[in-house]
């Protein structure tokens, strides 16, 4: 408990910039800044097929 008291304490994280490398992306799409402020996106739901 005393440690997720000092990270919830703690300065916001940095905003991270994308690295300078042609053609590198994430699902075919260019990766962007990306900062602890941004909203967090759903995640995806896992699709679990039926065995009956």
Do not use: H
Not at 11 to 36: H, Q
Not at 37 to 47: F, G, H, V
Request: proline share 10%.
């Amino acid at each position: 408990m005393e440690l997720r008291e000092e990270i919830k304490n703690e300065k916001p994280w940095p905003t991270i910039e994308p690295v300078n490398i042609r053609d590198f992306l994430l699902d075919g799409e260019a990766i962007t800044t990306v900062s602890a402020t941004d909203k967090q996106q759903a995640q995806p739901e896992l699709l679990v097929s039926d065995p009956g």
